[in-house]
């Protein structure tokens, strides 16, 4: 007999931890919000989308709230729009709790980050990103985990919650993007059952596919085709990088968030172990994505540069003009391939 995966509970002792903290909070608070990180992806939406499900079904007061608009592409996380975007002409709600997804780092929600604070409620980041013991220690923070749809899935089984089509659609769709299309390090067997239990939910991958991945418009294939071209490598073969300048984003009519997974391209190339990504956001503003193929750790120099991330995959937001950028990251990227 077919074993139910989308009965099977998957929590083990350290993530038990983790999950009697997270319903404690519930438990005992009755007004949240969620929001995630500035230029939201698949994975902070699916998780907002899905927890915040569950704490409207338990009679929880709970609003989504994010600084910038959800990507058209995503879109499908969240088929009742939801998920409101701030308006500093607005006010924020009376909360308890400030749930912030895929975030370990207040600053990173954005443009929400003021109003947040003036609130004084109470913060807890739920994320998977590497942090420091003081963060996990007040945070709920699991850097081994694929996705928030992972975490937040094993979550739902530990407190025996009902999951609804929408919650199963917005893990899948959190786990898929997070960890690549499975391909990411830290997607495990565990990863594929869960996904596997959320397609028994009836969430249908050819048509998550078709919505995240097969919906580019023309401006951003366009884009895409002048930025590999000007692909440049370091003289071994084993670094890659593209640069997309404001110039570059102006002439294409692109928004920052077209752009952010051009730098997986670069992975394709047979020697390369690191693919750098520089996006000039303003004026003397650059956002640098780094990959590696895992047979280097990029996140200590991306941590010493002011950054975050994982182990194989992070990113820096510096304050330098983009050709500045360039000639400095360099230099400090090229020792990690030697």
Known sequence: MKEDLSKKSYAVSKEDLLFDKLNQIIRSNQRFVITTHQLPDGDGLGGEIALASYLKAIGKECHMINSDPTPEKF??????????????????????????LDVNEIKRVGALYAPLEKLKARVVYIDHHISDEELRGEHIIDHEISSMGEFLFRFFRYVHAEITFKMALAMYVSIFLDTHRFRHRRTTALSHAIAAALVDLGVNPAMVHQKVHQTRSLNEMHLLGEVLKGVQTSQDGKIAWVSVSLEMQ????SSPEESQGFVDHLLNLKD??????????AKDRVRVSF????????????????????????????????????????KQIEYLTR
């Open 75 to 100: 879109s499908l996380v969240d088929p009742d729009s939801e998920i409101q975007v701030w308006d500093d002409k607005g006010t924020l709600p009376k909360t308890d709790v400030i749930f912030a």
């Open 250 to 253: 102006k002439k294409f009519n």
């Open 272 to 281: 390369v172990e690191i693919a750098v990504l520089f996006r000039e956001e």
């Open 291 to 330: 990959r590696s193929k895992g047979g280097v750790e990029i996140y200590p120099l991306v941590k010493k540069l002011g950054g975050g991330g994982h182990a194989y995959e992070a990113g820096v937001l510096l304050t330098d003009s983009i050709e500045h950028a360039v000639e400095q990251v360099l």
